[in-house]
């Protein structure tokens, strides 16, 4: 057994630590799982569980005092896993609710929307958390904790926030019974747009691909 793997077994599962890579690992496992899947109907609903679920973790992070890792630098992680399969593989299971806007920060005034991909999102969430766990897997908790609360605060907090909107929006509107518009053009390609022009939406999608990605009925 490894000098990592002694370390992790061996620390209370009570520690804050430990939770909190319990709930990164549960989370790391779920949507990786769903991302290798051909269900389409369950992805957004899968989703909206696992990233209620992960911002918890973030919460806790979030109220915790600063955490000061041990070491001036940071320790080398090793190159990071490349994300390109399972980007395009949420890409194809949200197709139809894929793109959306999103403004970064509520308090800065007029600040316009943006479009923005569930799919990117994800892998961007991904690949924070992942680097964290190599840290911590290699018994480097407290550069965990670090990486994962400066990161929680700086990416993939507010990044699982807007996904966690999107994904509430989308079933939202199926639930009910509120189609969405069919819009041309919101899409990650394009620049910024002005408040008059930009309309709100979860992707080009009418409420007849709402109900066949997501298996359900408006209404029911």
């Known amino acids: 057994m490894s000098d990592a793997t002694l370390h992790a077994t061996s620390q209370n599962p009570d520690d804050f630590a430990v939770q909190v890579a319990d709930q990164v690992e549960s989370f790391l496992v779920a949507v990786t799982e769903v991302a290798r899947g051909d269900e389409p109907g369950s992805t957004v609903p899968f ?68 479009p923005a991909r569930i799919s990117d999102d994800l892998a961007d969430i991904i690949t924070d958390l992942r680097h964290g766990m190599v840290h911590y897997r290699a018994g480097r908790t407290t550069e965990a904790l670090w990486w994962w609360q400066f990161s929680y605060f700086s990416n993939w907090g507010p990044t699982a926030s807007a996904v966690l909107r ?55």
């Open 166 to 220: 999107a994904l509430q929006s989308v079933l939202i509107h199926v639930r009910l019974n509120q189609p969405l518009e069919e819009l041309d053009g919101l899409d990650t390609d394009q620049s910024p747009m002005g408040d008059e022009t930009l309309e709100f939406e979860a992707g080009r999608v009418m409420a007849e691909e709402i109900g066949g990605p997501l298996g359900m009925r408006p209404g029911s």
């Open 47 to 114: 989703l909206l569980l696992e990233i209620s679920q992960l911002l918890l973790a973030g919460g806790r992070l979030g109220a915790h005092e600063d955490i000061v890792p041990d070491e001036r630098y940071e320790p080398d992680p090793g190159p990071e896993p490349d994300l390109d399969g399972l980007r395009e593989n949420f890409a194809r299971l949200l197709e139809p609710v894929d793109v959306y806007s999103e403004v970064f920060d509520p308090y800065e005034p007029r600040k316009a929307p943006v």
